[in-house]
């Protein structure tokens, strides 16, 4: 297998054990070749890798390649699109693994390259804005949507200015301006029906459900039901469910604690801090539900295991606990539901870290 065959193996590849499969090819081949083959291995390696979740080795695979391309573009500046991608990747990694200076540094070093109005220049922008957008840089998460939107009505890119604009109204909603919110939700809603892409169109409907009335609310959420969600969306739509219930008085905590569930998986899985899952279990365990002791081990197994902290004890003689250990000791859960899932998860990342309870 060649260095462009490995690239195409990998854009085709069905499941992640093709990618572990593929992640051995690769290291392979990175040891017989050199310059820009190398390179293009070293960089597909590296999305190997961050796919699987194992960030130490993209994280390395995307500087050994930045390091190639950084040469290779010194003695021909037709590399320098391969320095910006490596750049863009890495500023991606280092978002997902919330070490913000470094992936803002990374995103800026890449844009410094970018003197048109490329493709190139519309991602890392709305990749940086939208970074901007969730630590609540309100002014910079605008200058660079608004910049991105530009160049992506120039391009016709209308998926992305669908996008562009869903993001720019969550950050106009957070600065309290909900007026011009709604009517960048709504604009981004009419731009999207015309690509016709579920997932987009879903995204945006989540964001317009605090401003929809009974009848419209009810439609919407219909309409959200029926699509196929992402596990970040399923635990916004979840935590907005909670909320309203909350605000009307109902029981709200079978609704948080599908939030915090799906939010934890969400996190754990990609990344991605869609709702703050331990402030829904907390709401949870302020409660008087039936959930609320599984509520009390799932914060304790999060805190113990995923936080580090050592003064926490946990029961495993609750419901919550006794999963765990059937999984640990080879048995299987037979029910099924988002807390069942949440524990699975749990107790897997448990074998494979050859931890015992």
Same mark, same amino acid.
Request: with cysteine; hydrophobic share 45%.
């Given at each position: 297998m060649n260095a =462009?065959e490995?690239?195409?193996?990998?854009?085709n590849?069905?499941?992640l054990? $093709?990618?572990?499969?593929?992640?051995?090819?690769?290291?392979?081949?990175?040891?017989?070749?050199?310059g820009?083959e190398?390179g293009k291995?070293?960089?597909?390696?590296g999305?190997?890798y961050?796919?699987?979740?194992k960030?130490k080795?993209?994280?390395?695979?995307y500087?050994?390649?930045?390091?190639i391309?950084?040469?290779?573009s010194?003695?021909?500046e037709?590399?320098?699109?391969y320095?910006?991608g490596c750049?863009?990747?890495?500023?991606n990694?280092?978002r997902?693994?919330?070490?913000?200076?470094?992936a803002?540094?990374a995103?800026?070093?890449?844009l410094?390259?970018? =003197?048109?109005?490329?493709?190139?220049?519309?991602?890392?922008?709305?990749?940086?804005?939208?970074?901007?957008?969730?630590?609540?840089?309100?002014?910079?998460?605008?200058?660079?949507?608004?910049?991105a939107?530009? +160049?992506a009505?120039?391009?016709?890119?209308?998926?992305?200015?669908g996008m562009?604009?869903?993001?720019l109204?969550?950050?106009?909603?957070r600065?309290?301006?909900k007026?011009?919110?709604e009517?960048l939700?709504?604009m981004?809603?009419?731009?999207?029906?015309?690509?016709g #892409?579920?997932?987009?169109?879903?995204a945006?409907?989540?964001?317009?459900?605090p401003?929809?009335? $009974?009848?419209e609310?009810?439609?919407?959420?219909?309409r959200?039901?029926?699509?196929e969600?992402?596990?970040?969306l399923?635990a916004?739509?979840?935590?907005?469910k909670?909320?309203r219930a909350e605000?009307r008085? $109902?029981?709200?905590?079978r609704?948080?604690?599908?939030?915090?569930c799906l939010?934890f998986?969400?996190?754990r899985?990609?990344?991605?801090q869609?709702?703050?899952?331990?402030?829904?279990l907390d709401?949870?365990?302020?409660?008087d539900s039936?959930l609320?002791? =599984?509520a009390?081990?799932?914060?304790?197994? +999060?805190?113990?295991?995923y936080y580090g902290s050592q003064k926490?004890?946990?029961?495993?003689n609750?419901?919550?606990?006794?999963? +765990?250990?059937?999984?640990?000791?080879?048995d =299987?859960?037979?029910?099924?539901?988002?807390v069942e899932?949440?524990?699975r998860?749990i107790a #897997?990342d448990?074998?494979?870290a050859?931890?015992?309870?």
């Open positions: =462009d490995f690239v195409k193996a990998f854009n590849a069905r499941d054990s $093709e990618l572990e499969e593929l992640a051995e090819i690769g290291e392979g081949l990175c040891r017989n070749l050199e820009h190398r291995v070293l960089g597909t390696l999305n190997i961050y796919a699987l979740h960030l080795e993209a994280e390395e695979a500087l050994d390649a930045l390091n391309y950084i040469k290779l010194q003695e021909d037709s590399f320098l699109p320095v910006v750049l863009y990747n890495l500023g990694l280092y997902i693994s919330r070490r913000y200076a470094e803002e540094k995103y800026l070093d890449a410094k390259l970018l =003197d048109d109005r490329s493709d190139q220049r519309l991602a890392i922008l709305a990749a940086l804005g939208t970074m901007y957008a969730r630590l609540d840089m309100k002014e910079h998460a605008e200058k660079a949507l608004i910049e939107y530009s +160049i009505r120039e391009r016709g890119d209308t998926r992305a200015m562009l604009l869903n993001n109204a969550v950050v106009y909603q600065g309290g301006r007026r011009e919110a009517m939700l709504k981004a809603l009419e731009v999207l029906e015309e690509v #892409e579920d997932l987009s169109i879903a945006v409907l989540q964001n317009l459900l401003y929809l009335d $009974e009848k609310l009810k439609r919407v959420m219909e959200l039901e029926s699509f969600l992402p596990i970040d399923k916004k739509i979840a935590y907005f909670a909320r605000e008085g $109902e029981d709200s905590a609704h948080y604690m599908e939030a915090a939010g998986m969400a996190y899985n990609f990344g991605f869609s709702v703050n899952f331990m402030h829904c709401k949870v365990i302020e409660s039936d609320r002791e =599984d009390i081990t799932l914060k304790k197994l +999060i805190l113990k295991y926490v004890e946990i029961d495993f609750t419901r919550v606990g006794r999963m +765990i250990r059937a999984v640990l000791d080879g =299987d859960i037979y029910d099924d539901g988002v899932d949440t524990v998860l #897997e448990l074998l494979r050859g931890k015992s309870v």
